[in-house]
Nanobody, 124 residues
Framework: QLQLVESGGGLVQPGGSLRLSCAAS????????IGWFRQAPGKEREGVSC????????NYADSVKGRFTISRDNAKKTVYLEMNSLKPEDTAVYYC?????????????????WGQGTQVTVSS
């Protein structure tokens, strides 16, 4: 059974950092593009970042460019989202998702498999 599990969320002060992990089980990540999405209360889900299967292509939402970094370790079947200089507006549930097209895409309808989400709260 294909499964994605996010971890690493929590409560952090503005300006702080968190590293989210997305671990796959039941399948190899080698041929999957991975995206990170987030959804804040009362808002639509939005794409945060994506990475191609090879890791060669990456993309970021304008709101997180220069602060967030996506990476992957296919041997560990894990994708990471390093989040620095966090702001209160980054508060949301963060989801990782996988699609077998192997591309880096920021549109959620392209993704077949989703994790359950991890809460990130940025507050003083």
């Amino acid at each position: 059974q294909l499964q994605l599990v996010e971890s690493g969320g929590g409560l952090v002060q503005p300006g702080g950092s968190l590293r989210l992990s997305c671990a796959a089980s039941g399948f190899s990540l080698d041929y999957y593009g991975i995206g990170w999405f987030r959804q804040a209360p009362g808002k639509e889900r939005e794409g945060v970042s994506c990475i191609s299967a090879s890791g060669a292509r990456k993309n970021y939402a304008d709101s997180v460019k220069g602060r967030f970094t996506i990476s992957r370790d296919n041997a560990k079947k894990t994708v990471y989202l390093e989040m620095n200089s966090l702001k209160p507006e980054d508060t949301a549930v963060y989801y990782c998702a996988a699609q077998p097209l192997a591309m880096c895409v920021m549109t959620d309808y392209r993704y077949n498999y989703w994790g359950q989400g991890t809460q990130v709260t940025v507050s003083s």
